[in-house]
């Protein structure tokens, strides 16, 4: 569904700073795969997000996403079928705007219209419905600002924007990272359950190992721009903290050893 091939990104070309960061990456995503993606600080995980989502152009290499070479898409581009969360829960929603006004700019994405045209009761109704859903006490806040929302429910809306109009490719990078560990679950099942729902092929970055085990039906490691670890299904299912240590010894020949990881 997503091939990456041979990728290539360097940093500051021409300057003293230069650094080749992803050197020749290839990767297939099968359609519906949720993949957990680790590997320590400065690995390359958000340079190969930014890669894949436009923010950032390979210098070499071809991206192609259901057939369609996006290699030289524009990020905005991209961004009508590739959908993106980041760690920090103030962005990806507008705060001075309601919740509603948010899922309807969501809902219009790629399209020409604005809010000029406001919101129809019936769209409100199918808000109210689609919150109601997910059981967090959002659908009663429709009118509210969400930047009175706190940090956990508006990253799980943030979420819900993201997937309100089903992407192609979901990108999280460290998307419960700012939350609190109790939060962080409820975030994660919420993801877990939209992507399970609309079989969303999805690319989640996480520093949390437990978490790269528990979620996704595949683990990729990252080491110095390099995918050191792919480790799919069965296997995944039963591999284990140690294993993953021990694993990751071997293929990168050295002990993992990185504050930035977390092992629970
Ligand atoms: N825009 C940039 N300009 C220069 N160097 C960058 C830029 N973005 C990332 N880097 C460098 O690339 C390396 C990989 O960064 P990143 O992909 O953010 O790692 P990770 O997300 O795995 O922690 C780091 O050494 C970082 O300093
Ligand atoms: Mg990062």
Redesign the pocket.
Known sequence: MLKIQNIQKT??IGEV?E?E?IHDLSLEIADGDFITVI??????????LNLISGS?MTDKGKIILDEEDITHLKEYERARFISRVFQDPLSGTCPDLSLSENLSLANRRGKRHTLKRGITKQEKKAYYGLLKSIDLDLEDRLDDKVAVLSGGKRQAFTIIMATLLTPKLLLLDEPTAALDPKTSKVVLSLIDKIVKRDHITTLM?THNMQDALTYGNRLIM?DE?NIVLDIKGEEKAKLTIEDLLVRFEKAAGYKMNNDSLLLS
């Not at 590997?39 to 190969?48: C, I, Y």
């Open positions: 940093f500051n700073t650094k960061i590997g320590g600080n400065g690995a390359g995980k958000s340079t190969l950032l970055i990252m721009g």
